[in-house]
């Protein structure tokens, strides 16, 4: 099997033996440059996996490729690609194709979120959006899961949010993605039950990464309640993963936060929402 990798030397190739390969099991994670991703990469490499990682920034995936080689000997394919882009699921998976790549674990972590009202917001955000959050990841998830079942033995784990719970004033777009990201983890979980494949959904709340800033919502009011870091929240995805749990929700305050918003009026849930996504 070969992984191209791209590390400190530059371009180059990394031969691994089917022996070599079959002692090791492989993990794709996307919108692993930053944030959440980046830490399940670490994580990931740190628990023995080789690793398959997928973001805009390529520079940003060599120096974390190199980080992992060095620190844990993992090996990984790198592919830098616009997850936005209609036909960037085709070309992963067509990638780890030609690797012989066996995948165990995906891991949809890519996602953005877009700020203010919808309609003041740009159309083409709007739809790259729904793209990377829900057909990005409905696509990757249909292109490996046969594979999966087909050998009884794969997880996946697509990540949420706590927006997943309720509607969404002033995020509406991002909150109804997740929503969707939700339910389809749920029942496909349903569907796999006996199959050996797992699907898991992680929920974080408000979390410290890029996301807010990219999403120029760095002033609304739930951010004054604070937010977690990012390897807490990728260390809950991950053993919750490894569990075999349909849904996981980070933190104890967001975990009550999800649970009120489900036995609350859908009218108040939505204002409450309104609320605090206010600047």
């Known amino acids: 099997m070969v992984f191209n990798l791209w590390g400190a030397a530059g371009v180059g190739q990394v031969v691994m033996t089917r022996d070599h390969a079959s002692k090791r099991k492989t993990a794709l994670i996307t919108g692993a440059s930053v944030g959440i991703g980046l830490e399940f990469a670490r994580i990931f490499a740190r628990e023995g996996y080789e690793l398959v990682l997928a973001a805009r920034s390529g520079d940003k995936l060599r120096i974390l490729a190199a980080e992992l080689q060095k620190a844990y000997g993992t090996?990984?394919?790198i592919l830098p690609t616009d997850l936005s882009d209609p036909g960037a699921s085709a070309y992963v998976f067509d990638q780890t194709t030609r690797a012989d790549i066996q995948l165990d674990v995906l891991v949809n972590n890519a996602g953005f979120g877009?700020?203010?009202f919808f309609a003041d917001n740009d159309l083409e955000d709007c739809l790259r959006q729904i793209?990377?959050?829900v057909t990005t990841?409905?696509?990757?998830?249909r292109l490996y899961l046969p594979g999966m079942v087909a050998r009884s033995s794969g997880r996946v784990l697509n990540v949420?949010?706590?927006?997943?719970?309720?509607?969404?004033?002033?995020?509406?777009?991002?909150f109804a993605t997740?929503?969707?990201?939700?339910h389809l983890s749920e029942a496909l979980s349903n569907e796999l039950k006996g199959s050996g494949v797992t699907v898991t959904c992680l929920c974080p709340g408000a979390t410290a990464t890029e996301f807010h800033k990219r999403a120029n919502a760095t002033s609304m009011k739930l951010l004054?309640?604070?937010s977690m870091d990012a390897t807490t929240v990728a260390e809950d995805g991950y053993r919750a993963l490894m569990a075999g749990k349909p849904v996981v929700i980070s933190g104890l305050n967001n975990w009550i936060l999800a649970?009120?918003?489900r036995l609350s009026p859908r009218s108040m849930a939505t204002a409450i929402a309104r609320k605090i996504q206010e600047e």
Do not use: C, R, W
């Not at 997740?178 to 939700?182: G, W």
């Open 259 to 261: 649970q009120s918003i």
């Open 137 to 141: 990841l409905t696509h990757l998830t």
């Open 75 to 77: 090996h990984s394919l």
């Open 160 to 174: 949420a949010s706590t927006a997943a719970f309720q509607p969404g004033p002033l995020m509406a777009v991002y």
């Open 224 to 226: 004054k309640f604070g």
């Open 131 to 133: 793209q990377l959050n």
């Open 114 to 116: 877009q700020y203010g």
């Open 178 to 182: 997740k929503a969707y990201v939700l």
